[in-house]
């Protein structure tokens, strides 16, 4: 699928791997960073630059790509409504920030994205929301209904909630995590700078430019200084993070210049940027998380029928499941076998135990009524199953 741009780096580029081109993703998120969206010296939303990013991210939903976006500013944006001084903020004082700032955040994507006839939807997240189980999985179907709905869901950390413990406190490794969370195929961090150099390019006249990272060696990670900018909290340390979670999650990761206009068609175009690929897709590694790292809590015993829909590439429905074994929970990884007991695969379940006992054999119509919640219509989503066992 990687078709190869012709780079428009160095010399020293000729020998490195193909890049990809942007329009070979199918799910992208792009992260938008505080320096670019505001002004630092009057704390104003830059309205010209937010349009013509929408007008990116527009070109891109009408050729069916899925767009998500990670942005920063709500606090920029509040500190400045608030007066706030120009120290670094106590937490409460960035809380209260942000709690303006967001406002005016999310009104501002809302309109840009609906001037291009896209509908955008506001996500705030915390730390737990990512991390822990149950919620993760939560926020991770807000996203897809939202992505199914042709909306471009606009995620930002809940800054009001989260204190110094919980919060990622920057939008770099969030960003990363939602790629993870949502099988992104793509993450795009829009920064102030143009991509990674061997040094900082500012102290050092012999700081070379990285094109292409094939893989973050302990090496790539020495380069990353420390320092973000003023408003922003990432500096290259803290994007060299994202690209370990985004990559191992399967998603490539580009470093670009957002100080332009329409930044995605100049990365379309050409622009310089560094790249770090991931060593296989989303769904590929997803798969073989689900196939290989998760210890099965129980067993899910399928009818004939069931096991030959799910060869069809078809989600698990309880109506074809026969007998439940073991304790899970809701997402736990299950083992799935056939009529004559034999595995046929693996899945992460939709159900805890005791609901897919009581769901087992019934149909989808049904489950309203058994469960007491508008419960989800798969026993085990197609997205999460893995054929082909022991
Ligand atoms: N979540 C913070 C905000 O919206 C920004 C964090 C960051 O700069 O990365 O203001």
Redesign the pocket.
């Known amino acids: 699928m990687n078709s190869a741009l012709p780079s428009s780096a160095p010399a020293s580029s000729a020998t490195a791997s193909p890049v990809p081109a942007l329009s070979s993703f199918r799910r992208v998120v792009v992260k938008v ?2 320096a670019l969206l505001v002004d630092s010296t009057r704390g104003r939303l830059r309205h010209a630059w937010l349009a013509a990013l929408a007008e990116d991210i527009g070109a891109l939903h009408r050729e069916g790509k899925e767009v998500l976006v990670v ?6 944006l509040g500190r400045n409504v608030l007066g706030l001084p120009r120290r670094p903020l106590k937490l409460e004082e960035s809380q209260a920030a ?1 709690g303006v ?2 406002i005016a ?1 999310a009104r501002a994507w809302s309109e840009a994205l609906a001037h291009e006839g896209v509908t955008a939807g506001q996500i705030l997240v915390t730390l737990g929301d990512t991390e822990e189980r149950r919620r993760y999985l939560n926020a991770r179907s807000t996203i897809a209904k939202l992505l199914e709905l042709k909306a471009v869901p606009v995620i ?2 809940n ?1 009001t909630v989260a204190t110094a413990e919980i919060r990622y ?4 490794r969030l960003a990363a995590r939602v790629a993870g969370m949502a099988s992104a195929d793509l993450l795009v961090l829009l920064s102030d700078i143009d991509g990674l150099y061997t040094a900082p390019p500012n102290e050092d006249p012999n700081a070379a430019f990285l094109p292409v990272v094939p893989r973050i060696t302990a090496e790539i990670e020495a380069m990353a200084g420390g320092a973000g900018t003023e ?4 500096g290259m340390k803290t994007k060299i993070e994202a690209g370990k979670i985004a990559t191992t999650a399967g998603a490539h990761m580009v470093i670009a210049s957002g100080k332009v206009k329409n930044p995605l068609r100049a990365i379309e175009q050409g622009a310089r940027c560094t790249w770090f690929l991931a060593p296989a897709n989303p769904v590929a590694s997803r798969k073989r998380w689900i196939a290989g790292a998760l210890e099965p809590r129980g067993v899910l015993h399928l009818d004939a029928g069931a096991v030959a829909a799910l060869r069809r590439g078809n989600s698990l429905l309880p109506a074809g499941v026969t007998r439940v074994d073991g304790s899970f929970q809701r997402g736990d990884a299950v083992l799935l076998r056939g009529p004559d007991g034999a595995e046929i695969g693996r899945g992460l379940v939709a159900y805890d135990h005791d609901y897919a006992e009581r769901l087992r054999g019934r149909s989808s119509d049904e489950i309203a009524t058994i469960t007491g919640f508008e419960g989800r219509a798969a026993m085990v989503h197609r997205d999460d199953l893995v054929l082909g066992g022991g």
């Open positions: 960073g505080s942005s920063s500013g709500a606090i920029a942000a700032g967001q955040l930002n950390e800054d406190g920057d939008n770099d408003l922003s909290r990432g």
